[in-house]
Structure formats: C-alpha cells, structure tokens
C-alpha cells in the first residue's frame, strides 16, 4: 500500500462533502429577513462552510496529515469526518452523517475508477480545491489556508513517478472495493447497477499521452517498424486536446471531481441488503484490529486540532436533516444494520511526550457523544438531499 495515499483520500472525500452540504443548505436557505430563529439563512450557511473548511485546512491538521502513513480503518476515518462535520454550528445525527459518508465515498470512489491515468486523482484533487476556494473566496484568511495545502500537494505529489501513483490508486480501490452502495443520481444516469456497482465506459477520451486504439505496428529485431495492422475497436475513441494543469492556477481539462450538485438533482442512497456484503463488514468490526494503537495515536492527532463549535449564549446548534422528514430519519436509524453504522468518538490529545505512548490504554474508556437535541434546531424541516427512488 501507499504511504502518500491519505492526504488525497481525505480531501477528495471532504470535498465531496462541502458540495452535499452547501446544495443543501442553498436550496434550504430562507431570506434573512423573513427566516425565523429555527430557519437557515444564507448567513448561516455561509458560517457552517467557513467554520468547516477554515477546520479542515488547519496547519497542524495538515501537518499530521501528510505525514507517510498507511491508511486506517473505514471507522477510524469516518470519525474524522463527524468530527469535522461539527466543528461548525451544524449538527447531523447518526442516520443523515450515514448518509452524508455514503454519497462522499461513492462519488469519490466513482473518480477514481474514471481517472484516464492514475496521475490525474491528482488533478480530481485539485478540482475539489478549486471549488472549495469558491465557497469560501471572500474570506481571505481560510483561503490562504487552502493555498498553503494546495503548495503542499503540488510539492509532495508533482514529483512522484507512474508507478508511484498506480499505487496510490489501487490502495484507493483496496479502500473502496466493498462500498456497493446505490446512489440514485449514478442509477438514472445508467453509470450504476442495481447491485451497486458501477458501469465502466469503453469510448470516450484516450489518457493524455497515449495513442487511440485501433492500429498494431511490427518492429524488426534493429527497432524498424516494417508492418502495420490495423483493427476494429468496440468503443469510439479520441485524443484529448491537452493536459490538464498541476500548478496552483490553470484549467484542469478532467472534469472529475467538480460539482455534480452544482444543478439540484435527486442523489438518493440506498443500503444493499446482502447478507454477504453484511457478513463482511460486520467481520471488519469483530476480527481485532492490529492497528488499533496507531488508529488511536492517528485520531489523537487529527482530532486534537478540531474542536466542535458550541453555541455561544442562548443560540442553538442549527440541526440538518438529508431526509425528506423526521420520520424517515428515525427509520433510517432504527433500521440501519448496527455493523455499518459509526459513533462519535472523543479523545483528548495533549502535546505531553508520554501521553501518545499511551493511548493504546484508552480504548475502554473512550467516551461516546450524547446524541444532540435536534427539535429546536434549526434545518428541523429541511428537504431531502435526494428525492426517493
């Protein structure tokens, strides 16, 4: 496995995120003028972006991010991302954080299956950058934070090899190879199959830098080309016009990894109820875990620099529901297998020399979050993120 994978999983998945979040909270945002204590506004959901990304581009964040490290467990992962999501004045329950986590990881796991080459996660990457620094472009200081990591990739990944980023990519497929999780938006676009795995394309562009397939050319044992060969290919091929930039500025070409909830569409999920696909998780969380105290140290140090926003006085969490209703959110909850749902785990992690040593010890007495009031929140009557199939 890659050691240089986590960082790009991680960004590319919190991108997937934001663009959930801000087409939610766009498509529920009241004039602020006529919103009531309980409504979302657009002030409100321009403070839940900030507060999150300026979190999720801390330096000392980042610092322990791109450290070489394998990847950790699914679980130890998303426990950065609720986390991450309530760093901000918003508050998601299990059954939507499900939610959220399912769509994030589909779509990215979708990208990087249609990468043209296993470089261009690099370029995905920096279309999730790019539209970050949108969301937060009149905000001076965040954005700063998100160009000081975009230099960081730039200097940790423009020199890698090939080989280096095929690597990268199959630990990333080795990551997402169990996820089948329908999502409607990939199912009416005929990209997804009932069973929740995704339909390939066989046309379309060639990866930068290679030939379209249909021609076999026969070198002597001197390198001299002396015969030629043509073929019939099943897909339609064609050469793209240019590469996609790696600086910090400049056209991307590959569209992967923009906002696909820029245009409100309906991005429903549904769990899979195989038995087998059940048996297998449930198996990830009963065989113990060898990595276990690097999984503590990892979350210690990530978590240590995000702290979840409390309301200052009397203002209350604004609560966001990606059901349609209140009703469907408890089913959800009630009804989503226990081996595939998460919980909120808090650490406290100090900068003491012996403290990192030992939190291998912990692990009995994490603490679980109390759930969060949500009824006097705001966002109790959000819409849907996805209309229901």
């Not at 467990?73 to 426990?79: E, I």
């Not at 169990?178 to 009416?188: A, G, Y």
């Not at 050319?217 to 897909?235: C, D, L, P, Y």
Request: proline share 5%.
């Amino acid at each position: 496995m890659s050691t240089r994978t986590l960082p790009l999983l991680f960004l590319n998945l919190g991108g997937e995120m934001l663009y959930i979040l801000d087409q939610r909270l766009r498509a529920q945002s009241i004039p602020g003028e006529k919103a009531r204590k309980d409504e979302w506004t657009d002030v409100d959901r321009k403070r839940v972006m900030n507060d999150i990304i300026s979190a999720m581009f801390k330096k000392n964040f980042m610092e322990e991010l791109f450290k070489p490290q394998d990847l950790y467990s699914k679980k130890a992962l998303r426990t950065v991302y609720d986390r991450l999501a309530h760093t901000s004045i918003m508050r998601l329950n299990q059954a939507s954080m499900d939610k959220l986590y399912d769509l994030m990881t589909m779509a990215f796991k979708y990208q990087v299956l249609l990468c043209p080459r296993p470089r261009d996660i690099l370029l995905v990457t920096f279309n999730h950058l790019d539209a970050i620094k949108d969301f937060i472009s009149d905000s001076p200081g965040i954005l700063n934070q998100v160009d000081e990591t975009f230099r960081q990739l730039i200097e940790t990944y423009n020199c890698l090899s090939d080989g280096e980023f095929q690597l990268i990519r199959q630990t990333l497929l080795i990551f997402f190879q169990d996820m089948h999780i329908r999502v409607s938006i990939f199912l009416k676009d005929k990209v997804q199959n009932s069973n929740g795995r995704f339909v390939l394309p066989i046309s379309g562009p060639v990866p930068w830098g290679t030939e379209v397939p249909g021609l076999i050319r026969i070198f002597n044992h001197k390198g001299v080309e002396v015969k030629r060969t043509e073929f019939t290919t099943a897909g339609n091929y064609v050469t793209p016009q240019r590469e996609g930039s790696f600086e910090l500025y400049g056209d991307r070409v590959l569209k992967l990894g923009t906002n696909m909830y820029s245009v409100t569409r309906p991005v429903e999920t549904h769990i899979l109820g195989s038995s087998k696909n059940l048996a297998s998780q449930a198996k990830e969380n009963i065989v113990p875990n060898p990595l276990a105290k690097e999984e503590l140290n990892f979350l210690a140090r990530l978590l240590g620099g995000l702290d979840i926003q409390k309301p200052a006085g009397g203002e209350t969490g604004f609560r966001l529901n990606l059901f349609t209703t209140d009703e469907e959110e408890e089913h959800a909850a009630q009804t989503r297998p226990e081996e595939l749902s998460y919980k909120v785990i808090n650490i406290e992690a100090t900068q003491e020399p012996g403290r990192r040593a030992e939190l291998s010890r912990i692990l009995g007495e994490l603490e679980v979050a109390e759930p969060r009031p949500g009824s006097a929140e705001k966002g109790e009557d959000l819409l849907a993120l996805m209309d229901g199939l």
